[in-house]
């Protein structure tokens, strides 16, 4: 890990020093854009972090809102285990994840 010297930190734009401060932490790329965070846990579960809301859910398809698109999952048996402002849990078996633009949406 290397740190910045004052003086070069000065020179820095205030996004430049976020997106320095944030590789240092070794933070994922996504995390500066607002994009989601998925964690899939082999078929049963998923973890989505930094959603905007559920726009459609069923135990074949759930629908989640996110930044710049919808993040699409199939599957059978879906459920939510657990559901926040910062995060969403599905458990179920899942078949697929896709991410459909605006003008593909559920």
């Known amino acids: 890990m290397t740190c910045l010297k004052p003086d070069k930190m000065k020179k ?3 996004r430049q ?30 973890m989505v972090e930094r959603h905007l809301g559920i726009t459609e859910y069923g135990e074949q398809q759930i629908c989640i809102a996110a930044k710049e698109y919808t993040i699409q999952i199939q599957g059978e048996r879906m459920h939510l285990t657990a559901m926040d402002k910062e995060s969403i849990r599905i458990r179920g078996r899942i078949f697929s994840i896709g991410y459909l633009y605006r003008e593909e949406l559920c």
């Not at 020093?17 to 964690?39: C, S, V």
């Open 17 to 46: 020093q976020i997106r320095e401060a944030a590789e240092q932490m070794d933070l994922p790329e996504g995390f500066l854009h607002g994009k989601p965070l998925l964690t899939l846990d082999g078929d049963l579960q998923l």
């Open 12 to 14: 820095m734009t205030f």
